[in-house]
């Protein structure tokens, strides 16, 4: 009698690769730092004035940038396709 067991993979599964768990450490890092970044910041900022909108303005001059570029960036690369762009042109 022969049984058919699906085996269902953990959700911690991809950590056992090396590669992986290190990037994924070294982001998990990268973004605890940029919130304790957003929160001295903003901090900081309630001791130089206490207008509400100052310190909302704050916290939108640290994640605009990313959303100006990272929006244009990947319409650029879902344009681009999956083959390189040319940096250069090809030499006859």
């Known amino acids: 009698m022969t049984t058919n067991q699906h085996v269902v993979p953990s959700e911690w ?3 056992h690769i090396a590669a992986f768990r290190a990037i994924w450490f ?12 957003n929160v001295g910041g903003v901090w ?7 207008s509400p909108l100052l310190i909302a303005l704050m916290q ?3 994640t605009l940038p990313v959303f ?6 990947g319409a650029l690369a879902d344009h ?7 940096v250069t042109p090809p030499y006859r």
């Open 60 to 62: 939108t001059a640290t």
């Open 13 to 15: 599964t991809p950590l």
């Open 26 to 37: 070294a982001s998990l890092a990268a973004n605890v730092e940029t919130w304790f970044q």
């Open 44 to 50: 900081l900022m309630t001791r130089f004035a206490a």
């Open 80 to 86: 681009q396709g999956s083959s390189p762009p040319t």
């Open 68 to 73: 100006l570029v990272g929006l244009p960036a």
